[in-house]
């Protein structure tokens, strides 16, 4: 007697339709991002920046062009490389569960590109694919000297974020901000104040004038934090583009019958985080003494 070959009955779309995310990717708190085409290669853009004194004066009848500001251009250069799983089922095995492998499979390739952006996907010798989030040589992101603080009174804790975000403001506007945190900061600021019965994240979050929003980094990025250090890394994200070419999914599935198996692709693609203006990215590292 014959056995019966099962070949799965699930579409590529139903089931990248039906797949519902539990790890949530730290990428998506980009609300400017931009879909390229899905095509190996790399791009160079082209950026116009100002150098010099910015504050504007009187133009007189004398003056023929406002000589205090100069115009110079530079070059970021996005590469777009994919990277892909191929995934087989015995023809002869059951294989109703694909939902439940392209669930796991996603889960892990959204946490892999999660990673690459974070840190920019640095090569073993340390250069950098594309400019990430902390991983980055992009000349408008500022990364200040690392800190020490005495200890964690919420009043030390008030005062280096305060210090932080005006930096912030200062350099980059005052456009709404959100704070990455990352390392014991992270754990702190869950913690009750001492005496009150208040979260550190609420009294910091009520400490400024404009929207601040503070984003716990997941777990699984802070192991490529400097030991021992948190990070406080203030974003102004109106003036930041994530470049993408494709996000996470399941892109064919198919039935090898001369070998008798099913087979899933699925695949990502690289990313790069263009900082778009001088401090819109304000890299910090500090060690609570």
Request: charged share 20%.
């Amino acid at each position: 007697m014959a056995t019966d070959k099962i070949i799965s009955k699930e579409t590529v779309e139903t089931l990248n339709n039906n797949y519902t995310p539990v790890y949530k990717q730290l990428l998506s708190i980009f609300n400017k991002q931009i879909n390229y085409d899905e095509y190996v290669g790399s791009m160079t853009f082209l950026e116009s920046k100002t150098i010099g004194d910015l504050t504007a004066r009187r133009i007189t009848t004398q003056d023929t062009e406002a000589k205090h500001i100069a115009v110079g251009q530079g070059k970021k250069v996005y590469v777009k490389d994919f990277y892909g799983v191929n995934y087989q089922v015995s023809g002869y095995q059951e294989n109703s569960d694909a939902a439940n492998i392209t669930s796991r499979v996603l889960e892990s390739l959204s946490k892999q590109q999660d990673e690459f952006v974070f840190t920019g996907n640095p090569s073993a010798s340390g250069v950098l694919e594309n400019n990430g989030i902390i991983g980055t040589t992009d000349p408008n992101v500022i990364k200040n000297p690392d800190l020490i603080l005495s200890n964690v009174n919420i009043d030390t804790v008030i005062d280096f974020f305060v210090t932080l975000v005006n930096q912030s403001e200062t350099i980059a506007g005052n456009s709404e901000k959100t704070i990455l945190i990352g390392g014991p900061l992270k754990r702190l600021l869950s913690k009750v104040v001492p005496s009150t019965s208040t979260l550190y994240k609420t009294i910091i979050g009520q400490a400024f004038n404009i929207p601040v929003n503070l984003v716990a980094i997941p777990s699984n990025l802070e192991q490529f934090l400097p030991a021992e250090k948190s990070l406080a890394q203030v974003l102004t994200l109106d003036n930041i583009i994530l470049r993408h070419s494709a996000m996470p999914r399941l892109k064919s599935s198919g039935y090898n019958a001369e070998n008798d198996y099913t087979w899933y692709k699925f695949f990502f693609g690289a990313a790069m985080v263009d900082v778009e203006q001088l401090g819109a990215s304000i890299i910090q590292y500090v060690a609570i003494a």
